[in-house]
């Protein structure tokens, strides 16, 4: 019975992805293979919109993972009692959504001069704070002996940072990698609002323009923005399993 519930919950979770399969070959009751030829001959702007999505997505990885990391070890050994009043409002800012802070930072691009380019898109993406919340909570788990001890040998602090606490933290930095990957990839607001540019737009935006007109490339399409992550996913598994054990069972770190 169990098993069969399982089954069961694994198909309702699945069914979007079946459907999507289902469409790239199945229109109007028919088989048909006609939508990839439609796909094949806007090769092009296809590809075009899949190189925006990367110059957008791939910087924004490393460089949220480059500020994080080190912002997440610092909140977590910074002796201060202030320290949990200023981290609490750093994470009031993980409230409030794109739609309330995207006057501000239209305002702060123009000031850049950076609208219509994709720093424009890359530089607030790379400051997130959910990155900093999620490492701070494993880091804060390793046991203080194990830091004490690398001072006592003549360890600073940024050699701690990068002998210590990174090995221990791959599990949760490849789970937080595949996090920031998936959101950067499927972002829309965005890039409409500070590229204003529809050659630099991300294939995400372009499917959201085809989805007004359903037609069978629409779901090969979808399906291709799909795989990208779910690949990411499979290649990354295990450490992404590990990554969230750490972060919700911290005392067994």
């Known amino acids: ?16 992805c079946l459907f999507l399969f289902y ?6 009751g028919r088989f048909s293979l006609s939508g990839f030829w ?18 957008l997505t791939v910087p924004v990885v490393f460089l949220q993972l480059l500020i994080c990391i080190p912002a997440a070890y610092g909140f977590s050994q910074w002796k201060n ?16 959504p ?5 006057i501000p930072a239209f305002l702060l691009m123009q000031k850049l001069g950076l609208i219509g380019k994709f720093a424009a898109v890359i530089l607030p993406k790379t400051f997130a704070v ?8 494993t880091i804060s788990a390793v046991p203080d002996s194990i830091l004490e001890a690398a001072r006592l040998d003549g360890c600073g602090e940024w050699r701690i940072l990068a002998n210590i606490i990174v090995p221990l933290l791959k599990p949760s930095i490849f789970a937080l990698t595949l996090m920031i990957f998936a959101d950067c990839w499927s972002m829309v607001e965005e890039p409409l609002i500070l590229l204003q540019d529809m050659t630099k737009f991300p294939l995400s935006v372009f499917l959201d323009s085809e989805v007004q007109d359903v ?3 629409t779901f090969i399409i979808s399906l291709g923005i799909l795989l990208v992550p779910i690949s990411f996913y499979w290649i990354t598994q295990k450490q992404l399993l590990a990554g969230v054990g750490v972060l919700l069972e911290p005392d067994d770190v």
């Open 1 to 16: 019975m169990k098993k069969l519930f399982k089954w069961l919950v694994m198909l309702v979770f699945l069914f979007p």
């Open 23 to 28: 469409g790239c070959f199945v229109w109007q």
């Open 38 to 55: 439609e796909v094949w001959k806007l090769r092009d702007v296809f590809f075009n919109f899949f190189q925006n999505s990367m110059i």
């Open 81 to 96: 009692r202030m320290v949990p009043v200023l981290f609490a409002l750093y994470l009031l800012s993980m409230l409030m």
């Open 98 to 102: 794109f739609l309330v802070t995207m």
């Open 130 to 137: 959910f990155g900093v919340f999620f490492l701070k909570q």
């Open 215 to 217: 037609t069978q490339s």
